[in-house]
């Protein structure tokens, strides 16, 4: 079993950044890929960003794509997404997720899953 909880939602400007933290326990962090997903208002959860148990692949919707960077410290347990040149369209609450199933864009193959921690993007 593992346990995860994200933090670094918030708050900012169109243009601005945010780095988001997801933290891990319970379980051998390294066994896992991790990914993040969001899900705004009205609309089903997508897949943003994902890294495989080494950071060594890491695999991006295009839509943020040369402005997210998705990373890990295994030592630290700690999966971030990094986010710059925010939208307003990149407002959602951002899931973390752990997978033993190698990085993935679906959802469904991942096993472990976050609370979620808004970010919102003004105009």
């Known amino acids: 079993q593992a346990q995860l909880v994200e933090s670094g939602g918030g708050l900012v400007q169109a243009g601005g950044s945010l780095r988001l933290s997801c933290a891990a326990s319970g379980r051998t962090f390294s066994s896992y890929a991790m990914g993040w997903f969001r899900q705004a208002p009205g609309k089903e959860r997508e897949f943003v960003a994902a890294?495989?148990?080494?950071?060594?692949?890491?695999y991006y919707t295009d839509s943020v794509k040369g402005r997210f960077t998705i990373s890990r410290d295994n030592a630290r347990a700690t999966v971030y997404l990094q986010m710059n040149s925010l939208k307003p369209e990149d407002t959602a609450v951002y899931y973390c997720?752990?997978?033993?199933?190698?990085?993935?864009?679906?959802?469904?193959?991942?096993?472990?899953w976050g609370q979620g921690t808004q970010v919102t993007v003004s105009s």
């Open positions: 890294v495989s148990w080494n950071g060594g692949s890491t």
């Open positions: 997720a752990a997978s033993l199933h190698g990085g993935s864009r679906r959802s469904s193959l991942y096993d472990y």
